[in-house]
């Protein structure tokens, strides 16, 4: 079946501006997490959902990051006023469900690039 | 979590048995070792887990030793696609606190290459 897909694959935007990530995950998947990798580095958790609702969105760097998940399946990452350093690929996964044997499956990831 | 320690990198020959080990000298009693890779250019993809039995499934093996505190990923016939950056993670199994259970907490791992 087909996996967790992100787009765009690529995102070159301008330092200031807004930017848009999404995810589609594992259909029936109710939970969905988003990590950030930079270079070099192993990915580092963001947020995660279970369904529609942020159940810890404790990795979030500052209140520049969002993310929503409204109907409980596509979830978008939303950056405002993007930073050099937010530069990065942005990884999502789900996962069945919370249980600790649920496997989080990954996507391919964006990459961001700011100028 | 508990924090682990790999090698940087490892190289392989083609056909040989990969065996990656990793330290977790403060692992708890409740807290499984799990085994991810990641293939350049894509995300990390799940290889295996145990808690104290040694594991073995269609990818690799686990080899968890008795006091815990170390661990061992071996791939047996490595190939040239086996090539990645390993990530050995600690992590909350069973029952636990219903929060931080759910994050993976990544190290910099281990990058294998498998040579021709």
């Known amino acids: 079946g087909a996996g967790v897909s992100q787009t765009p694959s690529n995102k070159v935007t301008e330092k200031g501006k807004y930017v848009e990530l999404r995810c589609d995950p594992i259909?029936?998947?109710?939970?969905l997490y988003w990590y950030r990798q930079s270079l070099g580095q192993g990915p580092e958790f963001l947020i995660y959902?279970?369904?529609?609702?942020?159940?810890?969105d404790s990795g979030l760097p500052n209140d520049r990051f969002f993310a929503v998940r409204p109907e409980g399946s596509v979830s978008t990452l939303k950056i405002q006023r993007t930073e050099r350093g937010d530069s990065a690929v942005y990884l999502c996964?789900?996962?069945?469900?919370?249980?600790?044997?649920?496997?989080?499956?990954f996507g391919p990831g964006t990459r961001l690039t700011v100028l | 979590d508990a924090k682990t320690t790999q090698p940087t990198s490892m190289d392989c020959a083609e056909g040989r048995a990969a065996n990656l080990p990793c330290n977790h000298s403060t692992i708890s009693g409740n807290e499984y070792v799990y085994w991810y890779r990641q293939i350049h250019s894509q995300g990390p993809q799940y290889i295996i887990h145990g808690l104290k039995n040694n594991e073995t499934n269609e990818m690799a093996s686990l080899i968890i030793t008795e006091d815990r505190k170390s661990s061992t990923l071996i791939l047996p016939h490595a190939t040239l696609r086996d090539t990645a950056v390993y990530y050995c993670?600690?992590?909350?199994?069973?029952?636990?606190?219903?929060?931080?259970?759910?994050?993976?907490?990544f190290g910099k791992g281990t990058l294998l290459t498998v040579n021709p």
């Open positions: 259909s029936g998947h109710t939970a």
């Open positions: 993670i600690v992590r909350v199994g069973g029952a636990g606190d219903g929060g931080s259970n759910y994050k993976l907490t």
């Open positions: 996964a789900s996962s069945l469900g919370l249980a600790w044997t649920d496997t989080q499956y």
């Open positions: 959902f279970q369904g529609t609702g942020a159940a810890d």
